[in-house]
T-cell receptor, first 117, second 113 residues
Framework: AQKITQTQPGMFVQEKEAVTLDCTYD???????LFWYKQPSSGEMIFLIY??????QNATEGRYSLNFQKARKSANLVISASQLGDSAMYFC??????????????FGTGTLLAVQP | GAGVSQSPSNKVTEKGKDVELRCDPI?????LYWYRQSLGQGLEFLIY????????KSGLPSDRFSAERTGGSVSTLTIQRTQQEDSAVYLC???????????FGPGTRLTVL
């Protein structure tokens, strides 16, 4: 069964430093997608970045980059130059398959990031 | 344009009552999803719509839960005979196509007394 594991319940980082949030996944599919979402205390889920299983290059979106290591089944999120507004819960998620039979996201348990001034 | 909207934002109900939660997806988004977020269970998938049909209902926890989508747009999640364990935040998301990122609404916080 597919599974997403986030082993860091909480992380601290100093403002302006970089931080890596860990995510490992388990799937038997060859085609899948990996996502990171941010959930601030206000509750909304904000899409950050996407990596497809066939993408050869690591995805980047501004200060966010995804360190995709397919053989290790890991998809860590790197946030560079942390800002106070980055304090939030971060969820890693996976979507299996490309045939449209299911398009659901499986979420990890999340990592609570606190950025300190 | 506007994002995904959900109503009500908060709903308090008594055990045994029925509730309806509404989701308005982003205009033009063909796919719509319902998830539930609770302290004990994290984020769980409930159901996925492509147009008005639901190819995957595997996450609905019991037959008290149902959902429909009309006109390829608005969706309603109905919970009959609510139980205290139904208390959670119900999140709706939509995407432009099957493999695009899902955009989430603000959620409906359901409290069953």
């Amino acid at each position: 069964a597919q599974k997403i594991t986030q082993t860091q319940p909480g992380m601290f980082v100093q403002e302006k430093e970089a931080v890596t949030l860990d995510c490992t996944y388990d799937t038997s599919d060859q085609s899948y997608g990996l996502f990171w979402y941010k959930q601030p205390s206000s509750g909304e889920m904000i899409f950050l970045i996407y990596q497809g299983s066939y993408d050869e290059q690591n995805a980047t979106e501004g200060r966010y980059s995804l360190n995709f290591q397919k053989a290790r089944k890991s998809a860590n999120l790197v946030i560079s130059a942390s800002q106070l507004g980055d304090s939030a819960m971060y969820f890693c998620a996976m979507r299996e398959g490309l045939d449209g039979a299911t398009n659901k996201l499986i979420f990890g348990t999340g990592t609570l990031l606190a950025v300190q001034p | 344009g506007a994002g995904v909207s959900q109503s009500p934002s908060n709903k308090v109900t008594e055990k045994g009552k029925d509730v309806e939660l509404r989701c308005d997806p982003i205009s033009g988004h063909t796919a719509l999803y319902w998830y539930r977020q609770s302290l004990g269970q994290g984020l769980e998938f409930l159901i996925y719509f492509q147009g008005n049909s639901a190819p995957d209902k595997s996450g609905l926890p019991s037959d008290r839960f149902s959902a429909e989508r009309t006109g390829g747009s608005v969706s309603t999640l109905t919970i009959q005979r609510t139980q205290q364990e139904d208390s959670a935040v119900y999140l709706c998301a939509s995407s432009f196509a099957l493999h695009n990122e899902q955009f989430f609404g603000p959620g409906t916080r359901l409290t069953v007394l």
